[in-house]
């Protein structure tokens, strides 16, 4: 899994999250789904950014970020982290990636600060 695709929006403290994750050795590609200001005031350094209007219709922002990542993830799965941003832009995130063929693991850290994947972790 070489690919992220986190989302960074609202949610108090979730920026911390998605920076953690964004540090894990692992990634060969970074693409964060955010707005204008997530752009100016995140910056992570090895990400690119998929600007959305988060205010939008869902089908808009689907639409946003299909176009933005269409042709740049040749994987099979991605790695998905949705601790920051709203419902709409989840389901938004969730449909893009179902729609350009990918499968995907859900991501997160634990208490002691390790990036784990939730699917593998709980079997």
């Not at 979730?14 to 970074?30: F, G």
């Not at 350094?45 to 639409?63: H, R, S, T, Y």
């Not at 990542?69 to 990636?97: C, Q, R, T, Y």
């Amino acid at each position: 899994m070489p690919t992220l695709i986190a989302c960074v929006s609202t949610g108090k403290g979730t920026w911390t999250e998605v920076n953690k994750i964004i540090a894990s050795p692992q990634w060969d590609k970074v693409f964060l789904i955010t707005n204008k200001f997530g752009q100016e005031n995140f910056n992570p350094g090895k990400a690119q950014f998929v600007l959305i209007d988060n205010f939008a219709e869902i089908i808009l922002m689907v639409e946003q970020i299909k176009k933005q990542l269409n042709g740049k993830i040749f994987d099979f799965e991605v790695a998905l982290n949705l601790a920051s941003g709203s419902g709409n832009e989840h389901m938004a995130v969730l449909e893009s990636v179902l729609e350009l063929g990918l499968n995907f693991r859900l991501v997160t850290i634990n208490k002691e600060g390790k990036m784990i994947s939730l699917g593998l972790e709980r079997n």
